[in-house]
């Protein structure tokens, strides 16, 4: 499941359309900040496993699943220093995963203007 529609619902009610808006925003904003910061090489495994960390959150407040558990298991993967080639095989699924959770999070906010 790329977004869990019902705690997607849940936020946006909370918080209320125009703070949905400033929160995708944000998300659309700092996503790509921080999965470069994951991605670079030039980054030692901690920094990079921190921006995992982040885009982590608010992937998981945002109910989009498979970003959430895409990030856990690569930052997992940097905390416990498995092998390179692993290492970039999970961080491009990142890649993969944000782009699908862009486009369902951008669905699921029309859905409910």
């Known amino acids: 499941m790329i977004i869990d529609s019902d705690l997607f619902r849940e936020v946006a009610g909370a918080i209320g359309t125009e703070s949905c808006v400033a929160v995708i925003k944000m998300f659309h904003e700092q996503s790509p900040v921080l999965l470069a910061g994951a991605i670079n090489p ?9 921006s995992l960390h982040a885009l982590k959150g608010m992937a998981q407040q945002l109910g989009l699943s498979d970003l959430g558990h895409t990030c856990k298991i690569a930052e997992n ?6 092998n390179i080639e692993s290492e970039d095989r999970l961080l491009s699924a ?12 951008n669905l699921e906010f029309d859905r409910l203007s």
Do not use: F, W, Y
């Open 42 to 50: 030039e980054n030692d495994a901690e920094v990079r496993a921190q």
């Open 77 to 82: 993967a940097l905390i416990l220093k498995d």
């Open 94 to 105: 990142v890649g993969e995963a944000l782009a699908s959770a862009k486009e369902a999070l």
